[in-house]
């Protein structure tokens, strides 16, 4: 049996029309539509809770972003147990360590906000800290954020 041989520029071609037909496969489709795209925004509050232990002096604080302008609502839910906290919402420091509450409350825990305030879109805090009431064991307490 003798080998056929091909000539040079039909093997070319051979692997030229196979590279182009793997590369078709791998490239998606592009298409011309027209049709703008329109970022979401949530249609309606969010609404995250933040449970965890506090210490005599402590501070228990969430972090949220706004996504669009509105009203936050932050709420005192449990505190085991039971004490009266400050209750607050603000901005984080710049070091990314303390929350900077600009609109407190001293509250027992309800059902009900105990502290509401308009904000921007945009990233804040809330949370309870001890206002002298804790004691040596501690809280465990349950704060609600309702926000845009």
Known sequence: ????????????TAWSAAA???LALLVPACGNDDTPTTPTTPTGPVTETLTGSMAKGGIAVRTFTATQSGTVSVTLTSVVPASTLGLGIGIRATTGADCKFSTTV????????????A?????????????????????????????P
């Open 20 to 22: 182009l037909l793997a």
């Open 106 to 117: 001293n509250t027992a825990a309800g059902a009900t906000a105990q502290l509401t305030a």
């Open 119 to 147: 904000v921007d879109a945009g990233t804040y805090c809330a949370g309870a800290y001890d206002i002298g009431n804790v004691g040596s064991d501690g809280v465990t307490v349950t704060v609600t954020v309702t926000h």
């Open 1 to 12: 049996m003798s080998a056929v041989e091909l000539p040079r520029a039909h093997v070319r």
